[in-house]
């Protein structure tokens, strides 16, 4: 079979190492999702790993020239690689039950990846994907500096845990940065109990302006005549937890 060219525009750094791959998929839990889906199968290195486990077991991939490749080699699966962009696709709908996703994920779309994540939280029990490394330490981290705003959404509804870290010689081509895969797993927060919506666009606005205290960062919110959140408009977005961003949005809906 021919092999795949790897087109840079597509963020595609094929993994070139087979026990690694192996060990990639064995994150996999298995556990309380019906469906799997894998993004950016490529070459399929991760694909052949999976193919046999009893899932239902789902490929989307962007790149023609990377279809044509995987119905020659996984004829079986033919029906469920679908050819498409991962960030247009209708995930709540195309499953009916929840639903694990798995990827060697291209850099270039990851953060969009896991905002969709975020928005399905009801669909998605689990994620194991490949990131560049300061996307996964930023989603791993509870405090500090490194923390940003899809920390904190993410971490509202998953647990997070640091799986592996690989040198960019992994990939052909290599990558110019380092690449980490995190275990991603739902957590039993059921809801907010605030608006989804504006918990997000509260947690923006103070990362958005980071450097300001919560008071001045969300001024728009008329949070001040609140006495039960006055300690927390005294800090910077990276001092707090989720909990406390609730605790403001909270406050915030009632203003
Ligand atoms: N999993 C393979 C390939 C990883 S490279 C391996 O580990 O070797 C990233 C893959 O994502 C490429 O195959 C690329 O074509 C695909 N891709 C890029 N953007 C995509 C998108 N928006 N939706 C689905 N797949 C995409």
């Known amino acids: 079979m021919k092999l795949v060219k790897a087109k840079k525009y597509l963020g595609q750094h094929f993994l070139n190492n087979n026990n690694m791959a192996e060990k990639i998929t064995n994150f996999l839990s298995y556990n309380n999702y019906q469906h799997l889906l894998e993004i950016g199968p490529g070459m399929g290195i991760l694909t052949k790993h999976i193919l046999n486990k009893d899932i239902d077991f789902h490929l989307i991939e962007i790149d023609s020239e990377s279809v044509l490749y995987l119905n020659e080699k996984f004829p079986d699966l033919k029906k469920n690689i679908i050819e498409g962009d991962f960030l247009k696709f209708d ?6 039950n929840k639903v694990a996703i798995i990827g060697n994920f291209p850099y270039n779309i990851s953060s969009q990846i896991l905002f ?17 490394k300061e ?10 500096r490194k923390r940003g705003i899809l920390s904190v959404l993410i971490q509202a509804f998953f647990d997070i845990e640091h799986c592996l870290d690989l040198e960019p010689n992994y990939f052909s081509p290599p990558p110019k940065v380092q690449s980490t895969v995190i275990k991603i797993t739902r957590n039993n927060r059921v809801s907010l109990e605030c608006s ?3 918990f997000k666009q509260i947690v923006k606005s103070a990362y958005n302006q980071r450097r300001k205290t919560l008071r001045n960062a969300l001024k728009s919110y008329n949070l001040e005549t609140r006495p039960i959140i006055e300690p927390l408009l005294q800090l910077r977005a990276e001092q707090l937890s989720v909990d406390d961003f609730i605790k403001i949005t909270q406050n915030a809906e009632k203003a």
């Not at 969709?116 to 560049?132: I, L, T």
């Open 135 to 144: 996307v996964a330490d930023r989603v791993l981290s509870l405090k500090g």
């Open 116 to 132: 969709r994540v975020w928005e399905n939280h009801d669909k998605v029990n689990e994620v194991v994907g490949m990131f560049q």
């Open 91 to 96: 995930l709540v709908n195309h499953f009916k």
């Open 196 to 198: 989804k919506k504006l």
